[in-house]
């Protein structure tokens, strides 16, 4: 359900509460259509198909009324009580002196505005035009934020916080201006990168790389999954596939720290039916039983993992997530590409594939200034969780992101 109202546009900004409205032309200015996370098609298919998400958008214009920036906004509920890893006794006193202030309910979530995709780590909230200063846009961006949400009479009373995510190290130069703005920022888990080697040619070439202990690892992974049946999952095949398919995600989704927000997966029937090719949905089969898929998208240099289900009872005899690793690795390789995201989660068996950790930052302020310094005491303890990085690679040291 649609509860936002996009007429009270900002003199340089413009608003809609649907990717469908936003017209051909502005795409035009912004040539923004060919990096996915951007494109009509892959945000339409996340806006049909989560509506527990609120999705709304903001275009930004210069003096001749050329769109310079895009903005992708989504609205989530978020639950405090959801954290469950070594942040819990922290929330718990955020908590505790939230309510006696009278700023956190134990009635409601916390309503976060969120500039960027809840579903997908990376930089995928502003698209600026290339010839545009990024500083300047940026505070564009979240001075059109703060007047559309003061200029709606609901938003401005339900959010709590103004999220905006995931920055790389090196955009830090720019986006800490946030700062000025009453963000502060702090580091999540990291984007687990594979660059892919030119001289991997096939996926031979890139197990002939690594290091005897690793080699072994890998082939031993592929032995013990060898019964596995891997097969394209079609958007004909999903109908039938789905009820399986949440089970499998589900096993998975709830073994992490905390989510911002569950994926719907009936969005995959949209994702191959928009994207065709350029998203892979690939289900794992052990004896006609369904116990694992894999998903992810081809985005012009790069491949991105996706969400991923695990039947748990069977991974650690059959090695169905390593195999799952590997062919994200094999896919990349194949399709010539030169950079492989896996993600977050899981960043010590990633390393051991031969991913790094690419450093993440999110900033993020409440409405209000006396919990917006609740907030900080909080965001100062957030730490992301230490893993051992493996080095399966003989020809080269890895060197951190």
């Avoid at 900002?10 to 051909?24: E, G, M, Q, T, V």
């Avoid at 992708?72 to 954290?83: G, H, K, N, P, R």
């Avoid at 938003?155 to 790389?168: P, R, T, V």
Wanted: with cysteine.
């Amino acid at each position: 359900m649609n509860i936002l109202s996009c007429n009270n546009n900002a003199p340089n900004a413009r608003y809609f509460s649907s990717i469908k409205n936003i017209p051909d032309e502005i795409y035009k200015d912004l040539q923004c259509q060919n990096n996915f996370y951007f494109n009509s098609k892959y945000l339409e298919a996340l806006e049909k198909n989560n509506s527990h998400v609120e999705f709304f958008y903001i275009v930004l214009f210069n003096d001749h009324k050329k769109a310079i920036g895009f903005s992708t906004i989504q609205i989530i509920d978020f639950y405090l009580d959801s954290v469950q890893n070594e942040m819990q006794s922290i929330v718990e006193r955020v908590k505790c002196i939230g309510r006696k202030l009278r700023v956190l309910s134990s009635e409601k979530p916390f309503k976060i505005l969120t500039c960027g995709n809840t579903f997908v780590t990376g930089e995928h909230g502003f698209f600026i035009h290339p010839n545009q200063n990024k500083k300047e846009v940026l505070k564009q961006f979240v001075s059109a934020l703060l007047h559309f949400v003061n200029h709606d009479t609901l938003l401005k009373n339900d959010i709590d916080a103004f999220m905006i995510k995931d920055f790389i190290r090196e955009s830090l130069v720019i986006t800490d201006v946030l700062h000025d703005e009453g963000y502060y920022s702090f580091k999540v888990e990291p984007n687990m990168v594979l660059e892919i080697d030119k001289d991997w040619i096939v996926f031979e070439d890139y197990l002939a790389s690594m290091r005897t202990k690793f080699r072994v690892k890998a082939k031993k992974a592929l032995k013990q999954s060898a019964n596995i049946q891997v097969k394209e999952i079609t958007q004909y095949d999903i109908e039938n596939l789905l009820p399986e398919m949440t089970r499998l995600y589900k096993k998975v989704s709830s073994s992490a720290s905390f989510n911002l927000g569950d994926f719907n997966l009936e969005t995959y029937k949209a994702l191959k039916e928009n994207l065709k090719e350029n998203y892979i949905l690939k289900g794992y089969w052990l004896e006609n039983k369904l116990v694992g898929f894999l998903s992810g998208i081809f985005n012009q240099n790069s491949l991105d993992a996706h969400f991923v289900g695990v039947d748990y009872n069977l991974n650690k005899q059959y090695a169905i997530y390593q195999k799952m690793l590997y062919d994200y690795v094999s896919m990349a390789i194949t399709k010539k590409l030169t950079i492989l995201n896996f993600g977050r989660t899981a960043s010590e068996i990633k390393s051991s594939v031969g991913a790094v950790p690419q450093e993440m930052t999110i900033y993020l302020r409440h409405k209000n200034t006396i919990p917006n310094k609740i907030l900080s005491l909080f965001l100062n303890k957030i730490k992301p969780t230490e893993f051992k990085q493996k080095y399966p690679f003989k020809d080269k040291t890895l060197i951190e992101k």
